[in-house]
């Protein structure tokens, strides 16, 4: 009952797998194809309503590129009516109707943004005040007295651009004389605000921010002057009614950006880099249309009488157009984009683009992509519900093969176990018979061995009854209150001839005030019945098998060992599997069919207990049954 080989035909689950390989590739090939050809219905369908809706656009491409070219002609005539002042460029950029501009004088020179100016005569330059404080800074190198100098020109001077210059000139020597909150504080005097707020220095540059800037560097980032400063000197920046040169405006953007203020504080700050980019890179020159720069990217369009340029990347014409023409399925390209659709010229005032239809063709492989996703959807549900049932199918045609192989092997045990038996019985009463008169002696021991062939044809049918109420589930247990140490001594009664014979050494040890267990004592004393029967068969020469009962951690444990030829580890598992036999030739020569184990591990788990085995080949094994018990005091019994 402890060893041999599992009964069954590998032949059965090859023909399980074979039969629920067959009804896969039925389900799966031909609904395979299905979506095939869905698929492809999908892709046609969407290939001709393409090729129709190409033929209806084909005729509008023209219609759309007159209006394309009228829409630009009007655009740069509109253009002509703008005042070209530094308030214009900042309403025209914030309010994204181009990327930069580039307002041109009369005789096409840039007005703004401009490059930089020069210098122009100094009308200070005759002045007695004037020349005197400059021979104290510059040839006397007498800064005291030129920073005096300086300071009452700034003060008394109502002319507002000199007195600027002279209150510059004042801050410049404090610095140069070391005073650094001197200095601090005459910025703050003379540029927070009144009559010096908007002069202009000999290049035109407005000297109020300029100083802002020098007093953001002299003040430390924690000084509370410092947000004052910054907030001015932005406020200027984006103050386009402040004639200040574009060129000075971008340094002075750059510099604030460098001490960390967000990019977005400037809105026009982008617009000021492109123009002063173009302005770099050629001269600004009035054309006719939309017209390439040597800025990559870069296109200019020139307004009616050539006095404003203005600048637009390839994407925000291509945004204003979408915009603007709200005709679903086309689209203008610049010359650096092939339409992958068919297209024409976009007309004279956009040399080199092309106006095209796409985007209908996008909607339609959308529209074909989604159907075809629907449809894979619906055949992968499909694929899988049949899949889910052939498996289940599958499932239950091995179950059906696993309990007709179980039925076959349960006949063929239940045959060879009871011929076995009812063999041996025959053939010593046969023996007897044959004797003409009956040895007393020989009767004896003849009627003994067929006592021991009873006893075992007994508990083979006892077990097969028993496995067959526990497949069908009808096995039922009474519970009762039971002492360990009374079943020990049944089951060790039910044993004791056999054991008593030579060459065996059995030990019994149960205290008889172990707690009690509920249990069915009958079933337990089978359970124990045929762990002894086990360890009898599979020790071989001289045996020595012990049952004891002892208390440990809150259970009842049971535990029968042996000094037989033990179990591999890998096997402690399986053992307790219907049928399952270690070594076959074994259980043929003790007779046992892989019933007695499962039949132990079954009443033990209905018991609430469990089943534990300690073995090593050649060392024995040790069989323990641990149920709950009442007591809970931990004491062990002796």
């Given at each position: 009952m402890r060893f041999g080989t599992t009964l069954g035909s590998a032949g059965q689950d090859r023909s399980t797998w074979l039969v629920l390989l067959f009804l896969l590739l039925g389900v799966v090939a031909p609904t395979a194809c299905v979506l095939w050809f869905m698929n492809d219905a999908a892709t046609s369908q969407a290939e001709s309503?393409?090729?129709?809706?190409?033929?209806?656009?084909?005729g509008q491409l023209r219609l759309i590129r007159d209006r394309v070219d009228s829409y630009w002609e009007t655009r740069a005539t509109a253009l002509a009516e703008q005042a070209g002042t530094p308030e214009d460029f900042s309403r025209m950029v914030k309010g994204g109707l181009a990327d930069s501009l580039v307002y041109l004088h009369a005789d096409?020179?840039?007005?703004?943004?401009?490059?930089?100016?020069?210098?122009?005569?100094?009308?200070?330059?005759?002045?007695?005040?004037?020349?005197?404080?400059?021979t104290l800074e510059e040839r006397e190198h007498n800064i005291p007295g030129a920073i005096g100098a300086y300071a009452g020109i700034a003060r008394l001077e109502p002319e507002a651009s000199l007195a600027a210059r002279a209150a510059q000139a004042h801050i410049r020597n404090l610095l140069r004389f070391g005073n650094r909150d001197a200095a601090t504080a005459a910025i703050l005097e003379y540029f927070a605000g009144g009559r010096l707020a908007s002069a202009t220095d000999l290049q035109g540059r407005i000297i109020a921010a300029d100083e802002h800037l020098l007093a953001l560097r002299l003040l430390a980032r924690g000084d509370g002057r410092r947000p004052a400063v910054l907030q001015r000197l932005i406020g200027f920046l984006n103050d386009y009614r402040f004639p200040i040169p574009s060129v000075q405006r971008l340094f002075l953007m750059d510099e604030v950006l460098a001490t960390g203020v967000k990019p977005e504080t400037f809105p026009t700050y982008a617009a000021e880099r492109l123009a002063a980019q173009l302005l770099e890179a050629e001269p600004v020159r009035p054309g006719a249309g939309l017209e390439s720069t040597r800025v990559p990217d870069l296109w200019k369009l020139t307004?009616?009488?050539?006095?404003?340029?203005?600048?637009?990347?390839?994407?925000?014409?291509?945004?204003?157009?979408?915009t603007w023409l709200k005709e679903p399925g086309f689209e203008v390209?610049?010359?650096?984009?092939?339409?992958?659709?068919?297209?024409?010229?976009?007309?004279?005032?956009?040399?080199?683009?092309?106006?095209?239809?796409?985007?209908?063709?996008?909607?339609?492989?959308?529209?074909?992509s989604r159907r075809r996703t629907a449809y894979l959807w619906v055949g992968y549900v499909?694929?899988?519900?049949?899949?889910?049932?052939?498996?289940?199918?599958?499932?239950?045609?091995?179950?059906?093969?696993?309990?007709?192989?179980?039925?076959?092997?349960?006949?063929?045990?239940?045959?060879?176990?009871?011929?076995?038996?009812?063999?041996?019985?025959?053939?010593?009463?046969?023996?007897?018979?044959?004797?003409?008169?009956?040895?007393?002696?020989?009767?004896?021991?003849?009627?003994?061995?067929?006592?021991?062939?009873?006893l075992r044809l007994t508990r083979l049918i006892e077990n097969f009854l028993t496995f067959s109420r526990i497949e069908r589930n009808r096995q039922r247990f009474e519970f009762t209150e039971a002492q360990p140490a009374s079943i020990v001594q049944s089951a060790a009664g039910a044993v004791q001839e056999r054991f008593q014979q030579a060459g065996c050494h059995f030990v019994v040890a149960a205290d008889s005030s172990l707690p009690p267990i509920q249990a069915d004592a009958d079933a337990l004393?089978?359970?124990?019945?045929?762990?002894?029967?086990?360890?009898?068969?599979?020790?071989?020469?001289?045996?020595?098998?012990?049952?004891?009962?002892?208390?440990?951690?809150?259970?009842?444990?049971?535990?029968?060992?042996?000094?037989?030829i033990g179990i591999p580890p890998r096997e402690h598992k399986r053992i307790f599997r219907k049928f399952y036999q270690v070594d076959q030739r074994l259980a043929r020569e003790t007779g046992g069919c892989g019933l007695g184990l499962s039949i132990v591990d079954h009443i033990v788990r209905a018991h609430g207990g469990h089943v534990g085995v300690k073995s090593q080949p050649g060392e024995g094994s040790t069989f323990s049954v641990s149920l709950p018990s009442r007591r809970s005091d931990g004491r062990a019994a002796a």
């Open positions: 309503a393409r090729q129709s809706v190409t033929e209806a656009y084909r096409g020179s840039p007005a703004y943004p401009s490059t930089a100016q020069a210098p122009s005569a100094d009308p200070a330059a005759d002045r007695t005040d004037w020349r005197i404080a400059q307004a009616k009488g050539g006095r404003m340029v203005l600048l637009l990347r390839s994407a925000s014409v291509m945004n204003s157009m979408r390209f610049p010359p650096a984009i092939k339409p992958r659709n068919e297209a024409i010229a976009a007309g004279p005032m956009l040399p080199g683009w092309q106006v095209a239809f796409t985007s209908q063709n996008d909607r339609l492989m959308e529209a074909a499909v694929v899988a519900s049949m899949i889910i049932a052939g498996l289940l199918l599958g499932q239950t045609l091995r179950r059906q093969f696993r309990l007709a192989r179980l039925k076959t092997d349960l006949v063929a045990a239940v045959s060879h176990e009871l011929k076995t038996p009812l063999a041996s019985m025959r053939l010593l009463v046969d023996s007897l018979l044959e004797d003409a008169e009956l040895d007393p002696q020989k009767t004896r021991d003849y009627l003994a061995l067929v006592a021991g062939e009873n004393a089978t359970v124990l019945v045929n762990l002894l029967d086990n360890a009898y068969k599979y020790t071989s020469g001289e045996k020595h098998i012990a049952l004891r009962a002892f208390y440990e951690s809150g259970s009842v444990v049971f535990a029968v060992a042996d000094n037989g």
